[in-house]
């Protein structure tokens, strides 16, 4: 897979699948851009990248406020000229409790990163791929969460549930016009999000992680794998 020339973005970029992501983009030879609210572990990322002979930039962005989702939009096109494929990845687990005990600022919180973030993300992505005219690929990350339920998972399968059902009108609305637009929906993969649950190492996690088909979590890098594919022209 050969991104030269092309310039790819990623939300939630500064760690997990996002990091492994921007790595991968950027051994294919892609432009990178990475947004992510904490500065450290961003430009971090952009110092491996570089170090090894790639290219990438970091913006700080929180995803749940529109107006720096359009300054990131922006910024990206003052520094790269173009976009070509897009990776909304940034998300939050947000609060797990039941129902009872959830309220209404954590489903605002979980659905503005989650879910309305990556509208506007698509919103303003899919603007600057149609003014390009040469197509693009967006993918977008959703979870086994969105049709799988663990307690206290409601606001968060509702925001992956709702990414799930904008994926098709989207990809309907603009695949005329060369722009495709994906979900993928990751098991259960060993990142910061997953740690800030369990450490996959307990023995306690032991009898979760034996329900896994494959009795092993996912790793970052296989999914960000799966990601420039779908991005390539090889998913054409
Ligand atoms: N790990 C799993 O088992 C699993 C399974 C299915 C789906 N997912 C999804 O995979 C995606 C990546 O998660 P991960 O597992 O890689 O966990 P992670 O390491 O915690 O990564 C989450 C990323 O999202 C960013 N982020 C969160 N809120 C943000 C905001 N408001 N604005 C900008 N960036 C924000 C974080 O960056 P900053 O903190 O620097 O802002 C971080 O880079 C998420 O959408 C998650 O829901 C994860």
Redesign the pocket.
Known sequence: MNFQGKVALI?????????AAAIAFAKAGANVVI????VQ??SEIVRLIKDVGGEATFIQ????RSEEITALIDKTIDTYGRLDCAFN?????GKFASITELTEADWEHTMS??LK?VWLCMKYEIAQMLQQASGGAIVN?????AKGGLIGSTI?SAS?GGLDGMVRPAALEYASQGIRINNI??????????R?FFQPEDKAAKPFINHIPSKRL?T?EEVAETVIWLCSDAAS
Do not use: C, F, H, Q
């Open positions: 939300t939630g970029g500064s760690s997990g699948i996002g990091r947004a992510a609210r904490r572990e961003g962005t929180d995803v749940s990845n940034a998300g939050t687990e990163a989650n973030a990350t959703s979870s086994w969460l968060y992956k929906n990751p098991g259960i993969i060993d990142t910061e999000m997953l800030r996912g970052s």
